[in-house]
């Protein structure tokens, strides 16, 4: 894009400032009264160059500018006379000058901060007229948000974007519906995925799907990454998607080929992944201390209210002491690439396939059976969308679940229940789950202590409402009556 110019905010740039950007193909186009209106359009860098005669003039220019420069992708440098101007500026202007992705230069020559700016690479100008909506009345997309997408669907001339997930993250997950200007194939392209979430999250995503997607996930069972975004303050991950699919969790709680879907998931999608396990001998040590080194959880994270709840109803243990005992188990296990947040959410399922949409807490090891675990925990924990929010307790969800998580279940998969249950279909995805993680154990209580660790994970945050509470509440009293037979069990 050579055509594209650098606009320069600060005093005039000398005569060799100008000649070194041009001859880089960069020409300056000098904003005199730092108030022009600019087109990114046409911007192929920005220069903020700091002198203390002008530091007011510049400073507010950065800080009108600056964050939608940095969205629209072009490249922002500060030049500054000395390092005190310097550290000046970050103190003054810390919003903009803080970010990791502005170019901060002091006492540059012209042909070095010329260089700079031309070696960065341009985007295809972003669509400032996009349509973008959000479908089903859902959180409309914040300014910075909407660039990000100008950027990436330039070629479209209006997106819909459906949004696929709603968890406590600033991530966001949308399945993008295209309308192109036209080619001799048709407006109608194939939906994209995209997710928005940190820079730092979604570069490490990136990195996931390079180096743990795309060797071990079958094409056509994870997204394929087109592209990403990088803006001031969030960054967006684009690939393909799977038309008409819809998530595990949905499928699993309408009851209808859930079983097939999580076979899937593990016999196909994960498989890879799963087999690296049996390529390197057991480890030996502390299940839950290897699930905090994977950031799975976190003790010091513990919402003391789950405490307070269990004390409530007679069940005084402490945890601190309990947590003590975890890190002195010693049992083999074996380890592989884990997902680390594997849910009913991001899986996608198609025909019986089960496609991963989410590769940001991929772990390079962790204990083989977390994954198993995570699965069969979220899915008869997580509150679903068409429960009475406003109800503490549910007796009939209670029973079931004592039933399904009793200590002795974890010795034989629990037995099979009524089909005309309300709970059926949780009882069938924790029964299948629970055969395949109690088959991947390699020693005794292994994947009990899997699901313990998990059932403690969900009690790092507060519910969103009572019902959701009241499960959190359940999880935290479930886990500590796992924990207790396990340490008793293991450790005498």
Known sequence: ?????????????????????????????????????????????????????????????????GMMLLDYGIPVVFTAESDALMGSAQAAIAEVLGLSQVIRLTQATPEDLARRVASAELDTPPRLDLEVTVAYNRRPLEPGERRLFQRAFSNCSSVRLVELTGGRSDARVFAVHMTTDGSDAGVWPQPAFAKLDLPKKIRKEAENYQKYAEPFIPFGLRPNIKGTYDGAEKSLLVGNFVESSESLWAMARRGGGAEEAINSLLDDTLLSWRNQAYSRAPEEGSIPVALRQCGVFDPEKLSKSYVKHAESIGLKVSFSKLWKRLEALRQPYRTCPIHGDLHGENVRVRKGQSIL?????????????SDLASLEVWLAFELPPDTETNCFKDDAWTIEIDRLFAPASF????????PLSTFAWTANVVRQIRGKGISSQTSSKEYQVAVAIQLLRRCQWEGENDADRYRRCHAYLTAIKLILEIVDGLNG
């Open 1 to 65: 894009m050579s055509w594209r110019h650098v606009v320069w905010f600060g005093p005039r740039p000398s005569e060799a400032v100008f000649n070194a950007f041009s001859f880089h193909s960069r020409p300056i186009r000098w904003n005199e009264d730092q108030n022009e209106a600019l087109d990114p359009r046409l911007i192929g860098g920005a220069v903020f160059h700091l002198e203390r005669h002008s530091f007011d003039l510049v400073k507010n220019a950065a800080e009108e500018y």
């Open 357 to 369: 949409i989410d590769l940001a807490t991929v772990q390079p090891k962790g204990p083989a059976v």
């Open 411 to 418: 010795q034989h998969p629990p037995g099979p229940v009524d």
